[in-house]
Structures are given as structure tokens and as C-alpha cells.
């Protein structure tokens, strides 16, 4: 099993950019978790989603994110415009409902984003 | 609601020196709890868990026991090593239907040779 997979795994862009982070989760879960990991916030939960169908969006920052998983193998989060304040890693995680309420989640290696 | 309180980094041991890194919890009914490493470079990944009270998690050497009339779930290691070094997180999980964890900041461990 590759793990879920993260591209790219550094970004770099300019104030005002469209910036789309990818994701594919581990073939079979049918959870998927987009964090941000910030020195000043630690890890914070964006969205996630429940067999392709977003359950819980209260963390996205702003309007100016926006998240989606058209199949259950693929994920992307968008930020319109981007902002210096948006430089962070992004980590997508995934997990599934089969083996019990207390499944792991998978994380990827993450995707840092340096606006400027 | 629900949250994760752990002790600020970093921390900063010798080689074969005993670790302790606190953890607290607030939650309505039982949660399940957790540790998480993340070593440098790379996403977060499962160390142990309990899921009720007084289980206790381990694994390649660390431990911590979910005690509840604490609301703690502490992270101990006997004889830490250089390869240890690595930002630990702890994490809850209510005990509703969602997969929804909450992390507290992490912690960073540092081990010297």
C-alpha cells in the first residue's frame, strides 16, 4: 500500500495565486482529513469528508477555501486568492469506518505552502 | 467542547534518559485517546492508544494509561534514544460516530548522544 499521497509536497507563490493541494487516500477508507500545521496554531482540522461527501467544514478559515472529493480517490483543496498568512503545511489524512470507531488515521507527508 | 491540553517543548533529554510528556483532556461521556509522532519531514503517525479507562497503550518501548479520574493519558519511555527525537502529539476521539480527532500542539523531543 503506497500510503496516501500528497502533490506537491512544496509550493511556493505569489500573493493573490490560486493554490490547489491534492490528495489520494489509501484505496478502501472511506474517511478523508485535510489539516493545517502552523508553529503559532499547531494542527488544525480544515474539513473532512465521509464517503465523498463533506460532514464538517467549520474550520476552514474563509471563504477564500474551499475543498472537494469528487471519488473516493482524490481530493483537492483550493485557496483563491492566496495570502502570506496562508503559509503553512497542509496534511491530508485518511482512515475508514470497516475496522472500528478507533481506526488510525494515515497521514501523508504533507504539502508546504509558502505564499509571498 | 472537547480539547487536548499537552505540556510546550521542547524537551530536551540525554540518551538512555526517562521521558515524560504530560497530557490532559476535557470531553463529554468516554473518549478514546492517543499519541501521534511526526518525525521531521513527514505526516503524523499512529504510536499507541487506549480506549478505556485504565488501558494502557504501548508500543516500541513507550506507554501511557488513559486514566480517567484524572482526565491524563501521559507518554512515558523508559531509556530514550537519539532516534526518538520527533514532535509527539495526543489526541482524542469522542465517542460518537465520526472519526473526528483533536489534537493538542505537540511536543518536541530532542535526545542528545
Known amino acids: 500500500d503506497a500510503g496516501v499521497i500528497q502533490s506537491p509536497r512544496h509550493e511556493v507563490t505569489e500573493m493573490g495565486q490560486e493554490v490547489t493541494l491534492r490528495c489520494k487516500p489509501i484505496?478502501?477508507?472511506?474517511?478523508l482529513f485535510w489539516y493545517r500545521q502552523t508553529m503559532m496554531r499547531g494542527l488544525e482540522l480544515l474539513i473532512y469528508?465521509?464517503?465523498?461527501?463533506?460532514?464538517?467544514d467549520s474550520g476552514m478559515p474563509e471563504d477564500r477555501f474551499s475543498a472537494k472529493m469528487p471519488n473516493a480517490s482524490f481530493s483537492t483543496l483550493k485557496i483563491q486568492p492566496s495570502e502570506p498568512r496562508d503559509s503553512a503545511v497542509y496534511f491530508c489524512?485518511?482512515?475508514?469506518?470497516?475496522?472500528?470507531?478507533?481506526?488510525?488515521?494515515?497521514f501523508g507527508n504533507g504539502t508546504r505552502l509558502t505564499v509571498t | 467542547g472537547n480539547s487536548v491540553t499537552q505540556m510546550e517543548g521542547p524537551v530536551t533529554l540525554s540518551e538512555e534518559a526517562f521521558l515524560t510528556i504530560n497530557c490532559t483532556y476535557t470531553?463529554?461521556?468516554?473518549?478514546?485517546l492517543f499519541w501521534y509522532v511526526q518525525y521531521p519531514g513527514e505526516g503524523l503517525q499512529l504510536l499507541l492508544k487506549?480506549?478505556?479507562?485504565?488501558d494502557k497503550g504501548s508500543n516500541k518501548g513507550f506507554e501511557a494509561t488513559y486514566r480517567k479520574e484524572t482526565t491524563s493519558f501521559h507518554l512515558e519511555k523508559g531509556s530514550v534514544q537519539v532516534s526518538d527525537s520527533a514532535v509527539y502529539f495526543c489526541?482524542?476521539?469522542?465517542?460518537?460516530?465520526?472519526?473526528?480527532?483533536?489534537f493538542g500542539t505537540g511536543t518536541l523531543l530532542a535526545v542528545q548522544p
Open positions: 487506549a480506549t478505556k479507562a485504565d
Open positions: 489526541a482524542l476521539k469522542d465517542g460518537g460516530a465520526t472519526n473526528k480527532l483533536i
Open positions: 470531553a463529554t461521556g468516554y473518549p478514546s
Open positions: 484505496s478502501g477508507h472511506d474517511y
Open positions: 489524512a485518511s482512515t475508514d469506518s470497516v475496522t472500528g470507531n478507533n481506526s488510525p488515521l494515515h
Open positions: 469528508f465521509n464517503n465523498n461527501v463533506p460532514i464538517d
